[in-house]
């Protein structure tokens, strides 16, 4: 009977039954619904569908554990006698006379446990109110626990958002008296403010845009241990800027970068008196060629890289009686000679080739990726040297090797050359003797 009903008032109520089942005295008809089973009225009766029903002590106990019915009650209407039998799926009939008189000699009280006892030993269907009432004070304290570590969170958010408006009016008031690129980019929106003033910077507003961009792509890879960076951009005109882009790292819990505010500083000038100064460390300054220290640089940079198949030419040159000039038509004259022989050196050989003044009137020509010893000599023939003639000790590199071994062999071949005459050129060959 479901919970709600009273016992005492059962004579208009709605009657579970069971279909092909035979219908109790004095159930009206009418007031019957029939289901094909017991455990369906017995849900029935469990929502409310109908008021009461009837049932045997096992089947009422068997689905009242199996499926932990909250809202029946049962009240027990009298002892019904009973007949208990075995059922077996072969037709043997003295098996099934022999069960049966087993069952016969049991005393009735004995038998009707011992059906009770089978009849509730049953693996129990789990539902949420059996969950809930089992374990309501674990689940109300992990659903407290999220609730709390979700509010923290919102609260923590919160807070780091008016963090980051303080800071943001604070940058705004900067830019208002500098004329400075202020900017703030959020990583999650993929949103990118600028300050005004930051426009001035810029030509145009397809350079401040293509700035903009450069910048967005360097700020995706930024290391939030080392946020300063320097970006070029192309402008318009042809010339490049020079930004320098200074950062501030916003971090969420998990120390990641949720958004960076920064400014951009051109140093374009700047950049361009430290190459230029760069460039004159590098450059002898009386022929604009490279210096000793810088020809040696990069002469072994590329001897570490000389790759297999591939054949350079290192190139000592050295003017024949030098010294006479500056004797008898004093130093400045000397001087002239010199920068005369370095623009014609730059002339005869290809941009990609190193040509250096490694002191006094000695010079140098490394050559990469020669095709012949050919190609080389040609750089000779008809050679303007003006007022002075040249001595060349040439060596080929076909592996990899110090640049004191090179500008040894080249050596020896520049001292047989200058042995030879003036104006000579000497390849030098392994265990060969060297060759004009």
């Not at 019915?69 to 003295?94: F, H, V, W």
């Not at 014609?344 to 190193?354: E, G, N, Q």
């Not at 040509?355 to 050679?383: A, H, N, T």
């Not at 001595?391 to 200058?418: P, R």
Request: overall charge negative.
């Amino acid at each position: 009977m479901n919970s709600s009903v009273e016992p005492s008032e059962l004579a208009n109520k709605v009657f579970a039954g069971i279909k092909g089942g035979i219908l109790p005295d004095g159930i009206k008809e009418e007031n019957v619904i029939y289901f094909d089973s017991r455990e369906e009225s017995l849900n029935a009766v469990e929502s409310g569908l109908a008021d009461y029903g009837y049932g045997n002590t096992f089947s009422v106990a068997y689905y009242s554990l199996l499926n932990g019915y909250k809202n029946i009650i049962t009240i027990p209407r009298g002892i019904e006698p009973r007949e208990y039998g075995i059922a077996i799926k072969s037709d043997d009939l003295i098996l099934v006379s022999i069960l049966n008189k087993s069952i016969d000699l049991i005393d009735p009280n004995q038998l009707h446990a011992v059906i009770l006892e089978a009849s509730t030993k049953i693996d129990r269907k789990i539902t949420f109110s059996m969950i809930m009432d089992e374990y309501w004070i674990e689940i109300s304290i992990s659903v407290g626990l999220v609730f709390s570590i979700i509010l923290i969170s919102f609260l923590y958010n919160l807070r780091t958002n008016k963090q980051l408006k303080l800071q943001n009016k604070k940058y705004e008031a900067l830019a208002h008296i500098s004329n400075e690129f202020f900017y703030q980019y959020d990583f999650t929106s993929d949103n990118f403010q600028v300050s005004y003033q930051g426009r001035e910077l810029f030509n145009s507003e397809s350079d401040l845009y293509k700035a903009i961009s450069i910048l967005k792509e360097a700020l995706k890879n930024l290391d939030a241990e080392n946020c300063n960076m320097n970006i070029r951009v192309p402008l318009e005109n042809g010339e490049v800027k020079v930004l320098r882009s200074i950062n501030y790292c916003v971090m969420d819990e998990r120390k990641h970068i949720v958004s960076i505010i920064g400014k951009l500083s051109d140093i374009s000038k700047e950049e361009a008196e430290k190459e230029d100064l760069l460039f004159k460390a590098q450059i002898d300054g009386l022929t604009c060629l490279y210096n000793a220290e810088t020809t040696r640089k990069l002469i072994s940079e590329r001897l570490d890289f000389v790759g297999d198949g591939e054949q350079d030419a290192f190139i000592l040159i050295d003017c024949d009686d030098f010294k006479e000039i500056n004797d008898s038509y004093g130093h400045l004259t000397g001087n002239t000679v010199l920068k005369k022989l370095a623009e014609v050196l730059k002339a005869a050989f290809r941009k990609a080739d190193i040509i250096g003044r490694i002191g006094g009137d000695d010079f140098c020509v490394y050559m990469m990726k020669i095709p012949s010893v050919d190609f080389v000599k040609q750089r000779f023939e008809g050679l303007d040297t003006p007022f002075v003639t040249v001595s060349t000790g040439i060596v080929l590199i076909n592996e990899q090797c110090s640049f004191e071994e090179m500008f040894k062999k080249a050596d020896e071949a520049l001292y047989q050359a200058k042995g030879s005459g003036k104006g000579k050129v000497v390849i030098y060959e392994e265990k060969k003797g060297n060759r004009l």
